[in-house]
């Protein structure tokens, strides 16, 4: 989508995702710092996020599904680290299993069945082992880390293992430290050369989560995942401005009739809608306030329901002039914060960013530009 007809521009910034990357980096050393790529990069655009990362120093990378590692080696294949390890988590997908061969993929094994497909395979390289330490998602159980320890280990190539926190963002939930110690025991028993526990919250948990390597997502990209992170906005989401209308006191706005105007208002509407990722849940109504626009650095609130296509924004406040056609209104970036607006539709900053549609233009801002 050109920027001319598009009606949501993303600017993405690839010296702050390069720069939360580094500043992770410092602070997790000794331990390596890999980085997590999955969905899109988060949103991003993994073929201009992955060498980005690569050139900051990432040198082990995490994708969710095959297809995504696939795309991350082609974009790594002119980067500072052409080689690099691509970790899948969501595992070995047999069928796929060329797509593993031919893009040097490493699947994290979830379960012994998992482990047994992978073995057979004659193209298999390096993998990791998940180990469940409390979520019952993916990941080897404690019984079957015990068989699978008896029967002398998951064997040649298994270089990794891994486990997942299910309550990082709750630094104070004691399934925590019940995971970092069930974590233990399975790397004990296994004694596989390296582990990795931590996603971005988990880093901020002490150097006792840290282990050999440390998987952060959402802290590359911009989102909070701890009150002692630093993470500088990556994505800023902005929507044009199609026309300023005047509305009077009593009537109402959009879908629903469900927000009435209490005062008479200059409106401003937005070519954003739920089709872009803009979540519906984020509108306004009589009952509760939505979330926030910002024009030119004056923030305005959403007036009414969130449509497919369109918002409305109450711009009565704004100096005349600046809310105009044409214009741009930010929906989060720097002036916005990404997890308010995620908060006003009951959710995360990750659910945000990964359903960011294809129908936006999306830009790259490169170190020195
Ligand atoms: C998505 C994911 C991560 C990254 O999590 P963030 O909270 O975004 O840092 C790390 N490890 C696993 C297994 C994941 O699925």
Redesign the pocket.
Known sequence: MSEEAAGLRLTIDLAALAGNWRRLAGLVRPAECAA?V?ADA?GTGIAAAGPALAAAGARTF?V?LPEEGAALRRALKRSAAPDAPIYV?NGFFPQAAPLYGENRLFP?LGHPGELEQWTAWQGREEAAL?VDTGMNR?GFSEGEVESLARSGGPGKGVNLL?S?LAC??EPEHPINAEQLRRFAVAKALLKLPRASLA????IHMGADFRHDLV??????YG?A?HPQAVSDPVVTAEARILQVRGGHIGETVGYGACETLKRTSRIAILSVGYADGYLRAAGSSDAASGALVCIDGHLAPLLGRVSMDLIAADVTDIPDGLAAPGRWAELFGHNVDIDAVARHAGTIA?ELLTGLSRRAHRRYVRAGD
Do not use: C, E, M, T
């Open positions: 997590v999955k988060y995490f969710a988590l994290v998940h993916l891994i997942h990082a963002d996603n971005s919250a988990g998987r952060p997502g959402i802290a590359l989102g995942s990750y």
